[in-house]
């Protein structure tokens, strides 16, 4: 596996082991080819972690070994990166680590991390998001061009509530845009309003976009993973690495590229050059903080006018107030 090496990560060493093992054997990349990239694109997914509660999502042995989430913070971890004390809705709870500098990345990436998972929230007030995550997730029989189709008109109907979403490539075949909030409302207000931009694309794009939660009913459209603003649901950060054969990543967009550019054209070895070109393209995001309460007095619209509450919560969250049956319809109709 080669001596261990140590590297240089704005002003800290990190020493990395086993630089030699291969984590993507088709492309050959190899452990130290991946912290290399992590050092490449520092700055940008530092702006993305940066005092967010993360989970590591490991490869020890690389994308065709085994893998694991890592909630709680490593007992090794070097005493200069924070945690924050995060609650899960089962009430358990657990500290997890809080990027605070490039070479917290780097480090990680020295036990097998490609994928950061940060939650939309930070450390110093876990309870109040401060990003609304949208999550545009191509169905059987649709695919990017039709996830960037639905991207353009999310990104009206943001405009039209006077907010502004930055979008990425999920590193497979979906979109994520990403509208930074102020911090003053709850996780499940944040999905209230992710339900009602859902239900909004859903009307303005009936054939085309979906909210309905079970599989069986989404048909060929893109679905809103409303469910991915719920507590503890986390998307990849933007410039992860995603566990796939060529090692693409989740690459940030400008909006004139979506639908230009794809995901393919974004991987391990291309997004430093990317990034040293033109820098971080969502660098702004963190300079913007918008008021969710458009989007709520959407939601109370439809409540009010259309007598449309609240959608099923993933299988392991506790029920909820106010949260219908968590019956898919076709076994309902067999129960009747």
């Known amino acids: 596996m080669g001596d261990a090496v140590e590297l240089e990560v704005a002003g800290r060493t990190v020493r990395l082991s086993s630089p030699d093992k291969v984590f993507f054997p088709e492309r050959g990349f190899t452990k130290l080819d991946?912290?290399?990239?992590?050092?490449?694109v520092g700055p940008g997914i530092l702006r993305a972690l940066r005092d967010r509660p993360t989970t590591l999502e490991r490869y020890p042995d690389g994308v065709t070994g085994e893998s694991?989430?890592?909630?709680?913070?490593?007992?090794?971890?070097?005493d200069w990166i924070p945690t924050a004390h995060i609650t899960f809705p089962s009430g358990r709870s657990a500290d997890e680590m809080c990027p605070t500098e490039e070479a917290a990345?780097?480090?990680?990436?020295?036990?097998?991390?490609?994928?950061?998972?940060?939650?939309?929230?930070?450390?110093?007030?876990?309870?109040?998001?401060?990003?609304l995550r949208?999550?545009?997730?191509?169905?059987p029989g649709t695919?990017?061009?039709?996830?960037?189709?639905?991207?353009?008109e999310l990104r009206d109907l943001l405009e039209s509530y006077?907010?502004?979403?930055?979008?990425?490539?999920?590193?497979g075949r979906g979109i994520h845009v990403f509208v930074p909030i102020e911090p003053r409302w709850t996780f499940t207000q944040v999905r209230r309003a992710a339900i009602a931009v859902g239900r909004e694309m859903e009307r303005r794009m009936p054939d085309r976009v979906t909210i309905k939660w079970w599989k069986e009913e989404r048909g060929e459209r893109i679905f809103i993973d409303y469910n991915q603003t719920a507590r503890d649901r986390t998307?990849?950060?933007?410039y992860s690495v995603r566990p796939r054969p060529n090692a693409p990543v989740s690459a940030p967009l400008r909006w004139e590229e979506v639908g230009v550019a794809h995901p393919g054209d974004f991987d391990l070895a291309t997004?430093?050059?990317?990034?040293?070109?033109?820098?971080?393209?969502?660098?702004?995001?963190?300079?913007?903080?918008?008021?969710?309460?458009?989007?709520?007095?959407l939601a109370r619209r439809d409540e009010h006018d259309h007598g449309l509450g609240d959608l099923p919560y993933p299988p392991e969250y506790p029920k909820m107030p106010g949260e219908p049956k968590r019956v898919q319809p076709s076994r309902a109709k067999k129960q009747t």
């Open 34 to 40: 991946l912290a290399r990239y992590y050092q490449a």
């Open 68 to 78: 694991f989430f890592q909630k709680r913070a490593p007992k090794n971890m070097p």
């Open 105 to 131: 990345v780097v480090w990680a990436a020295q036990y097998g991390t490609l994928v950061f998972h940060p939650w939309p929230v930070r450390r110093d007030d876990v309870d109040h998001p401060d990003e």
């Open 134 to 139: 949208i999550d545009l997730d191509p169905q």
């Open 143 to 152: 695919d990017y061009d039709d996830a960037a189709r639905a991207a353009h």
């Open 162 to 171: 006077g907010m502004r979403g930055w979008p990425k490539t999920s590193g």
């Open 235 to 238: 998307i990849a950060s933007a």
């Open 271 to 297: 997004m430093p050059a990317r990034f040293a070109e033109l820098g971080d393209v969502h660098a702004d995001m963190d300079d913007h903080a918008f008021s969710l309460e458009p989007l709520l007095e």
